[in-house]
Nanobody
C-alpha cells in the first residue's frame, strides 16, 4: 500500500523559511514523478511544484517561482519543498503526491491533479504578517 507522509509545516513570520519533507513507502518512488500542491481554506487545491522521477527536471507555479524549490533524494525515498521569502498568501495545507507512473519519460513532471494517484495527508503552513 502506497503511503506518503508530509512533515515540516508550522507557523512562520512573513519573510521566513520552511522546508517540507515527504517520505514515501509502498512503491519504487524513483520511478514516479512527484508533486506538491496546496489548499487554502475556501479555495481549490492548486499546483505548487513538480519534479521528474530522476530529479533532473522541475516545474514551479508562477506564484512561487524564485521562492520555492522542489527537490528529491531517491535513496531516502524523500521529496522536499524548500520555501523561502514566505508570504501570508502562502498559508495553506500542503500535500505531496505521486504520479500515475504511466509515462516513461525522465523529464516528465505533471502539473494537474488528475495525473496523480497517491496523496499524503497534508501539513499545515501558516505565515503571519
Amino acid at each position: 500500500q502506497v503511503q506518503l507522509v508530509e512533515s515540516g509545516g508550522g507557523l512562520v513570520q512573513a519573510g521566513g523559511s520552511l522546508r517540507l519533507s515527504c517520505i514515501g513507502s509502498g512503491r519504487t518512488f524513483s520511478m514516479y514523478a512527484m508533486g506538491w500542491f496546496r489548499q487554502a481554506p475556501g479555495k481549490e487545491r492548486e499546483f505548487v511544484a513538480a519534479i521528474s522521477c530522476t530529479g533532473g527536471s522541475t516545474s514551479h507555479a508562477d506564484s512561487v517561482k524564485g521562492r520555492f524549490t522542489i527537490s528529491r533524494d531517491n535513496a531516502k525515498n524523500t521529496r522536499y519543498l524548500q520555501m523561502n521569502s514566505l508570504k501570508p498568501e502562502d498559508t495553506a495545507a500542503y500535500y505531496c503526491a505521486s504520479d500515475l507512473g504511466t509515462r516513461y519519460d525522465p523529464n516528465y513532471r505533471p502539473t494537474l491533479m488528475d495525473e496523480y494517484d497517491s496523496w499524503g495527508q497534508g501539513t499545515q503552513v501558516t505565515v503571519s504578517s
